[in-house]
Nanobody, 121 residues
Framework: HVQLGESGGGLVQPGGSLRLSCAAS????????MGWYRQAPGKERELVAS???????NYADSAKGRFAISRDNAKKAVYLHMNSLKPEDTAVYYC???????????????WGQGTQVTVSS
């Protein structure tokens, strides 16, 4: 069974910074792309940033220049460094991983439980 565990959310003032962390655990064969999505109240879940196994990155326009995604393949972890946070960044942030379990030959979608980020003064 594969799990993604997130940490690092919380309340921050506008202009502040947060770092989200996510680590995969369980019987993992290999991990492809990892990323972060977010969902604000009344809105659909949207991609924030993604990173491939060889560290190619992709960002939503709203995240470019403010957020940075990174990963540590040895730790099976992905991180999201968020700077210059705005109230519109308030959302539940979900970790995502395209993961092949050790006993399987195919990859599948895996999601974390979500962590709340609130940007407010």
């Amino acid at each position: 069974h594969v799990q993604l565990g997130e940490s690092g959310g919380g309340l921050v003032q506008p202009g502040g910074s947060l770092r989200l962390s996510c680590a995969a655990s369980g019987s993992i064969g290999s991990i492809g792309v990892m990323g972060w999505y977010r969902q604000a109240p009344g809105k659909e879940r949207e991609l924030v940033a993604s990173i491939t196994a060889d560290s190619k990155t992709n960002y939503a326009d709203s995240a470019k220049g403010r957020f940075a995604i990174s990963r540590d393949n040895a730790k099976k972890a992905v991180y999201l460094h968020m700077n210059s946070l705005k109230p519109e960044d308030t959302a539940v942030y979900y970790c995502y991983g395209w993961i092949r379990a050790a006993w399987r030959s195919d990859f599948g979608d895996n999601w974390g439980q979500g962590t709340q980020v609130t940007v407010s003064s």
